[in-house]
């Protein structure tokens, strides 16, 4: 009877979760009765709730949701809405779309917010912003956050960082990574900081961990993914490619 006890016990240990709890008739999530937040509490203050087990203020929550409705979409440019826009015409159904699309989001494609918060984390840290820049350009002239192949200058970034030092100013957020990415900018003038900069600043001051900022970005774009795949849906096409039929590629 002892071994049975124990190996359930040892089962329930095995999942042991403080996200949520699940029984008969109880559903609670970070310890608060699903009941009381349905239609009381916000998508934003949701993911924080579940992320940090707590809930955030009203302005903590409005910086997060700005700057996850920033990042939810940037057209077929990226590769991610293009191969999720690929595969709804191949015949799966729209999670395999979404999650093809989620897929991609990679060191390259998707990880440069994250790399950003440890940029910025490394500038607080070190106090020498001239100094970081140095050892990481010695590394790679690319700061991740800064510049943009497509864009002069990223039209999201005034608004968030206006955001951002309104925030600052009503004392909701300390402004160190705000600082530093200002000093980063400006060391590497003229290039300018982009969506993954500025939505950096914002996740590292609200507190959250730099593999936290990725995973973030991809709650955001995965709702452009889905309205790309949704909308590819309904135009007919089938076993949609990366170029039109009518274009062949070059031959090497």
């Known amino acids: 009877m002892n071994e049975v006890v124990n190996e359930r016990a040892a ?10 709890r699940v029984e ?12 009381d937040l349905i239609g009381r509490i916000g998508f934003a203050e949701m993911i924080w709730l579940m992320l940090r087990g707590e809930r955030p203020g009203p302005r903590q929550a409005a910086l997060l949701e700005a700057a996850l409705v920033s990042s939810v979409d940037h057209g077929p ?26 897929n991609l989001l990679g060191d390259v494609h998707g990880g440069a917010g994250e790399q950003c918060v440890g940029l910025l984390e490394e500038v607080v840290a070190d106090g020498d912003a001239a100094a970081v820049v140095a050892r990481r350009r010695a590394v790679n002239k690319y700061l991740p956050g800064f510049g943009h192949r497509f864009h002069r200058r990223d039209p999201r970034r005034d608004p968030l960082l206006g955001l951002v030092s309104e925030a600052v100013a009503e004392e909701v957020v300390p402004g160190a990574h705000l600082r530093a990415a200002l ?28 593999p936290l900022a990725r995973g973030l970005f991809v709650l955001s774009r995965s709702v452009g993914i889905l309205a790309h795949a949704w909308e590819e849906t309904g135009q007919g096409r089938r076993n949609k490619g990366p170029i039109p039929p009518s274009i062949l590629p070059t031959w090497l």
């Open 24 to 35: 008969p008739d109880l559903i609670e999530l970070r310890g608060e009765p699903v009941q």
């Open 11 to 20: 089962a329930a240990d095995w999942w042991a979760t403080a996200v949520s």
């Open 77 to 102: 440019h990226a590769p991610s809405i293009a191969v999720a826009r690929m595969a709804a015409t191949c015949g799966v159904g729209l999670n395999n779309a979404v999650a093809t699309g989620v």
């Open 183 to 210: 000093e980063v900018e400006r060391l590497i003038a003229p290039v300018p900081m982009n969506i993954d900069g500025a939505t950096a600043v914002i996740y590292a001051e609200l507190g959250f961990p730099a």
